[in-house]
């Protein structure tokens, strides 16, 4: 039905970059989520946005509704911001598409 | 608050061998929702539920079954389990559909068959 390609794969920082994720999809969707997994395995919701952008702390999350793209920006990363980064797409009904995910590694 | 709960962290069944996967949430959510992650795949949902008593397929349901006689409770049942049910199983609710709410995640389960 949808795909979902997030890129890079994998993405290697130094601590202090600026960082950028980017997901697209294929067919128009209601909403965009952007995950984060923990290295222990936990998952938590940082964002869901429909339209525009959201920030919150040194994350940003936009969205292009035209372009079927959006992108997770993380200013002046940190080591502790090590994770993978899931994009994720809704529908009008249960229905929701996850990305494979992004591995960020934020050295010292 | 603890969200939602699952148990058990981590389980070895041998090939034809059944389980029950727990869930529980505390947040009065609707919504709840079982998916599986393999390795370099994305989430793919099981089944879900809209309230107590309605259930649906999502997916990848073949092999699994699921009840919800409870809004906290959304346990997920393994029958005659086989390889590649391997995997790591994560429940989730929320409080409306998912294109209107934030989705909230359990600690997931690290299930192996042998």
């Known amino acids: 039905k949808n795909e979902v390609e997030q890129s890079p794969q994998n993405l290697t920082a130094q601590e202090g970059e600026f960082i950028t994720i980017n997901c697209s999809y294929s067919?128009?969707?209601?909403?965009l989520h952007w995950l984060q997994q923990h290295p222990g395995g936990g998952i938590v919701s940082l964002f869901m946005?429909?339209?525009g952008k959201k920030k919150h702390g040194r994350l940003i999350a936009t969205i292009n509704i035209q372009e079927k793209h959006s992108s997770l920006h993380i200013t002046a990363s940190h080591p502790r911001d090590s994770a993978v980064y899931i994009c994720?797409?809704?529908?009008?009904?249960?229905?929701?598409?996850f990305g494979a995910g992004t591995r960020l590694t934020v050295k010292p | 608050n603890a969200g939602v709960t699952q148990t058990p962290k981590f389980r070895i069944l041998k090939i034809g061998q059944s389980m029950t996967l727990q869930c529980t949430q505390d947040?009065?959510?609707?919504?709840m929702y079982w998916y599986r992650q393999d390795p370099g795949m994305g989430l793919k949902l099981i089944y879900y539920?809209?309230?107590?008593?309605?259930?649906d397929k999502g997916e990848v349901p073949n092999g699994y079954n699921v009840s919800r006689s409870t809004t906290e409770d959304f346990p997920l049942r393994l029958e005659l389990a086989a390889p590649s049910q391997t995997s790591v199983y994560f429940c989730?609710?929320?409080?409306?559909?998912?294109?209107?709410?934030?989705?909230?995640f359990g600690n997931g389960t690290r299930l192996t068959v042998t």
């Open positions: 989730a609710s929320s409080y409306r559909q998912p294109d209107n709410s934030p989705l909230h």
């Open positions: 067919v128009g969707i209601s909403a």
């Open positions: 946005l429909s339209s």
């Open positions: 994720a797409v809704g529908y009008n009904n249960n229905d929701m598409r």
């Open positions: 947040m009065n959510h609707n919504y």
């Open positions: 539920s809209v309230g107590a008593g309605i259930t």
